[in-house]
């Protein structure tokens, strides 16, 4: 059973940083691409940032680019979400994904890609 957990959200004022981790546990974590969604109070769930299975190619979404950055340890089982320069608008529920299956060594931003969810870790940033 593949189980993900999230860990790293809290309250922070705008321009402060967080690092968010995700652990995955119940398959061979290095084989799949792992992603970082996000879903703000009364908004469609977005995409963040995408890392492939290697962790040699990365994905980021215009509104992180510069300011987010997305890595992984393949020995640790773990992916994480490095967020600077924080704005008011980045407050959501941040939720960390692993790919359905094992592709290719890209990082893939199509939620419908993502089969395996954890419970999400609420990050807010106040003005």
């Known amino acids: 059973q593949v189980q993900v957990l999230e860990s790293g959200g809290g309250l922070v004022q705008a321009g402060g940083s967080l690092r968010l981790s995700c652990v995955v546990s119940g398959r061979t974590f290095s084989l799949y691409a792992m992603g970082w969604f996000r879903q703000a109070p009364g908004k469609e769930r977005e995409f963040v940032a995408a890392i492939s299975r290697s962790g040699d190619n990365t994905y980021l979404a215009d509104s992180v680019k510069g300011r987010f950055t997305i890595s992984r340890d393949n020995a640790k089982n773990s992916v994480y979400l490095q967020m600077e320069s924080l704005k008011p608008e980045d407050t959501a529920v941040y939720f960390c994904?692993?790919?359905?299956?094992?592709?290719?060594?890209?990082?893939?931003?199509?939620?419908?890609?993502?089969?395996?969810w954890g419970q999400g870790t609420q990050v807010t940033v106040s003005s």
């Open positions: 994904a692993q790919q359905r299956l094992p592709i290719r060594d890209f990082a893939y931003p199509v939620e419908s890609t993502y089969g395996y």
